[in-house]
């Protein structure tokens, strides 16, 4: 068996073949899901690296492995750093690496974050086509919180066919949300500091950093509207105990005090969330439309190793090593 070649993809190769591949990266993520329900996959819990001296900064390790098939595996290491946008940095930065899933050999290193915006923006897409009201049409998205895994939200919405009337920014540093308005090809856009300028929207997308819950007053939702809670710690438990909860896996989304764990630790038991995105998916379950539908997905590595995986199938034009693992000792 001959040694692979170990290709080495940069983020402007990725960056073009997701600007490319819209519809594919939601079929992606949708089978992805389905191939982890059916134990095709493997998606063990992630390992968190934290510092004692900056409790907010964190490096997440995300093993995974596709075991039917042409199998593959892979580890997803993504650093978040929240102060970097005060440095003109992003927030989060990542590498991908993909194994073959047959010798263990080390196959490629992609640049990782591009691909974990995009899985992520798809991962929510996916719950807005099973949860709001008016699938394919948004009166008012407000977004809390502006930064790219928004942008690659919006973005990957319109490339999608979605249609987004108003967009109400609400983001604390509105120079960033003034950047993320010339970013995105939308007409009707407002910005805001404050929270409530979001009352009345029937799709809400939370993207921030916050460590710990803020969003206390449930009368924002009292219109029964689509959340999009990507970035998980932003609501109470008394918002999540008075809406339709959904999630990309129930095991993985309670934990690492999430809006969701707390709500599990406050009343010792999940009665609060009994369905996942392959209930939606298969028709097993269906939206509640008398009350909020909170969409809060955990985020799963199977998600980033099939869109690397395919960025890898189908890039050549790269670096590319010929002699990156040594000969076999047994030779």
């Known amino acids: 068996m001959n040694l692979p070649t170990f290709k080495v993809i940069d983020s402007a190769t990725i960056g073009n073949w997701l600007s490319d591949n819209s519809q594919k990266i939601l079929d992606i993520v949708a089978n992805s899901y389905l191939d982890f329900s059916n134990g095709d996959t493997t998606c063990p819990d992630s390992y968190f690296l934290r510092f004692p001296d900056n409790k907010n900064n964190r490096i997440i390790a995300m093993p995974v492995s596709i075991n039917t098939g042409e199998k593959y595996s892979g580890i997803k290491w993504i650093a978040s750093y929240p102060e970097n946008v005060n440095q003109g940095l992003d927030r989060a ?3 991908f690496i993909l194994n073959c899933g047959e010798t263990g050999y080390p196959l490629a290193c992609l640049e990782g974050s591009q691909i974990s915006s995009y899985r992520t923006a798809a991962s929510a897409i ?5 949860l709001h009201k008016t699938p394919g049409v948004i009166e008012q998205l407000t977004i809390v ?4 895994i928004a942008h690659s939200t919006v973005k ?14 609400v983001d604390l540093n509105t120079d960033r949300a003034k950047l993320f ?37 449930f009368s924002l939702f009292e219109n029964n509207p689509t959340i999009l809670h990507m970035s ?11 809406s339709q909860n959904c999630t990309d896996n129930i095991d993985h989304a309670l934990k690492a005090n999430t809006s ?18 392959v209930d939606m998916m298969n028709g097993s379950a269906s939206p509640d439309f008398s009350k909020p539908r909170i969409h809060a997905p955990f985020g799963m590595g199977i998600l980033d190793l099939n869109v690397a995986k395919n960025i890898y199938l189908d890039t050549d034009d790269c670096v590319q090593i010929e002699n990156f693992c040594p ?3 047994v030779l």
Do not use: C
């Open 181 to 217: 308005s010339n970013k995105v090809d939308i007409e009707n856009i407002t910005i805001n500091t404050d929270i409530n300028s979001g009352k009345g929207s029937d799709m809400w997308l939370f993207t921030t950093s916050a460590t710990v819950p803020y969003v206390e007053d």
């Open 260 to 277: 969701l764990h707390l709500a599990e630790q406050e009343s010792g038991n999940r009665d609060f969330i009994q369905h996942d995105i």
């Open 232 to 242: 998980l710690r932003d609501l109470s438990t008394n918002i999540v105990f008075n």
């Open 156 to 169: 990957l919405f319109t490339e999608l066919g979605w249609q987004i009337k108003s967009l109400n920014l």
């Open 126 to 130: 996916l719950g807005a086509k099973f």
């Open 327 to 329: 000969t076999p000792y």
């Open 145 to 148: 919180g502006t930064g790219l």
């Open 93 to 95: 930065s990542a590498v």
